[in-house]
């Protein structure tokens, strides 16, 4: 076989698809934003979860992604997951970090890190809305120089804080 039969890159053309992210690839190379394997029908199209979880900025760094998944904080359809479990079209992911519990939907693989508006169509949000922020709630600081409390303001203090009177 000559090297002129074998066919070139550019006659196979890329091994992404990039029309449904609206990019324009350059001729042999995949656009940074979407990557969606050609060839692969969309159930069969797989990521590493940790990957993912980072792609679509639902953590801050691929670390922090792949310590939840070890931590047993991300799930899979209810499994809970190793940071290389792949992760397909469809599939539910719920995760727990910071004290909030995210569950997400699948809708769109990427193995890439994406912009946040980009992100946002990766995934359909099915998480409850975060508490309620109630403001400040009182310390019930005291001036240095006030001296010992009297039983009445110790009670008041543990009202404050919601602490049950001794």
Not at 12 to 27: A, F, H, Q, T, Y
Not at 50 to 63: G, Q, Y
Not at 64 to 92: M, T, W, Y
Request: one cysteine or more; aromatic letters at 4%; hydrophobic letters at 30%.
């Amino acid at each position: 076989m000559r090297p002129s039969d074998v066919p070139r890159a550019r006659e196979w053309g890329s091994p992404w698809d990039d029309s449904r992210c609206g990019g324009r690839p350059e001729p042999g190379r995949p656009s940074a934003s979407c990557r969606t394997v050609v060839g692969m029908s969309a159930d069969q199209a797989t990521v590493r979860i940790d990957s993912w979880i980072w792609s679509v900025r639902l953590t801050k760094t691929r670390s922090l992604a792949a310590s939840a998944c070890r931590a047993g904080h991300v799930r899979i359809n209810g499994e809970r997951v190793k940071p290389a479990h792949p992760v397909r079209n469809g599939d539910q992911v719920r995760l727990r970090i910071a004290g909030r519990e995210r569950i997400v939907v699948v809708s769109r693989l990427v193995n890439k890190r994406v912009g946040p508006p980009v992100a946002v169509e990766c995934y359909v949000d099915h998480s409850p809305p975060p508490p309620a922020d109630t403001g400040v709630s009182p310390t019930g600081d005291r001036r240095r120089d006030a001296g010992r409390l009297t039983n009445r303001e110790r009670r008041e203090l543990d009202r404050l804080r919601g602490r049950p009177s001794r």
